[in-house]
Nanobody, 118 residues
Framework: QVQLVESGGGLVQAGGSLRLSCVASGSIPSINYINWHRQAPGKQRELVATITTDGSTNYADSVKGRFTISRDNAKNTVYLQMNSLKPEDTGVYYC????????????WGQGTQVTVSS
């Protein structure tokens, strides 16, 4: 079992920055990777960024160069630093932890709202 708690969302003007945090607890050594996803009103949830256990990262094209995913193993926390925010970045941001062995299991946090005003 893994529990995830997100925080750091809020209201920011276009061009501003926010840093989201995802604190994990439970079976942390079993986690293979953690993603950040987001869901805008009326739209499907989309993958934003991924960080693996070896530190490899990957980003959606829409956020490359603006967002940075990182982790602090000592704090069991994954961060999403969001710079140069745009109104289209508005949505609920969720972190997800994926365990692949002995079977694939996904855990989601409750989400944190990010609103970017123009």
């Amino acid at each position: 079992q893994v529990q995830l708690v997100e925080s750091g969302g809020g209201l920011v003007q276009a061009g501003g920055s926010l840093r989201l945090s995802c604190v994990a607890s439970g079976s942390i050594p079993s986690i293979n990777y953690i993603n950040w996803h987001r869901q805008a009103p009326g739209k499907q949830r989309e993958l934003v960024a991924t960080i693996t256990t070896d530190g490899s990262t990957n980003y959606a094209d829409s956020v490359k160069g603006r967002f940075t995913i990182s982790r602090d193993n000592a704090k069991n926390t994954v961060y999403l630093q969001m710079n140069s925010l745009k109104p289209e970045d508005t949505g609920v941001y969720y972190c997800r932890a994926v365990i692949n062995w002995p079977r694939r299991v996904e855990y989601w946090g409750q989400g944190t709202q990010v609103t970017v005003s123009s």
